[in-house]
């Protein structure tokens, strides 16, 4: 039950796009600022975008003006939306509560190839 279901990850081509998204539990999602985090081998889990309950975005300079987040309240989903992707961009992306989190899901791998 409470439990996060990324999806939509794979493997595309540099300047390509892809569109994640997370299945996130209705009593978690509906009050908290939800976040889309990746992880590359051998760093560090990092925090790329950030989307609160009235749908404030913050994003991470690394990011800012390629990849947007929104939410979908009906649906207790949460997007991020990645364009112009680089190769820099691969990694597992996860999401999660930004203040508290949950267990982490199982993430969802992004490839992208020069």
């Known amino acids: 039950q409470v439990q996060l279901v990324e999806s939509g990850g794979g493997l595309v081509q540099a300047g390509g796009s892809l569109r994640l998204s997370c299945a996130a539990p209705?009593?978690?999602?509906?009050?908290?600022?939800m976040g889309w985090y990746r992880q590359a081998p051998g760093k560090q889990r990092e925090l790329v975008a950030a989307?609160?309950?009235?749908?404030?975005?913050n994003y991470a300079d690394s990011v800012k003006g390629r990849f947007t987040i929104s939410r979908d309240n009906a649906k207790n989903m949460v997007v991020l939306q990645m364009n112009s992707l680089k190769p820099e961009d691969k990694a597992v992306y996860y999401c999660?509560?930004?203040?508290?989190?949950?267990?982490w899901g199982q993430g969802t791998q992004v490839t992208v190839s020069s």
């Open positions: 999660n509560a930004v203040a508290y989190p949950i267990r």
């Open positions: 209705g009593s978690i999602f509906s009050i908290n600022t």
């Open positions: 989307i609160t309950t009235g749908g404030r975005v």
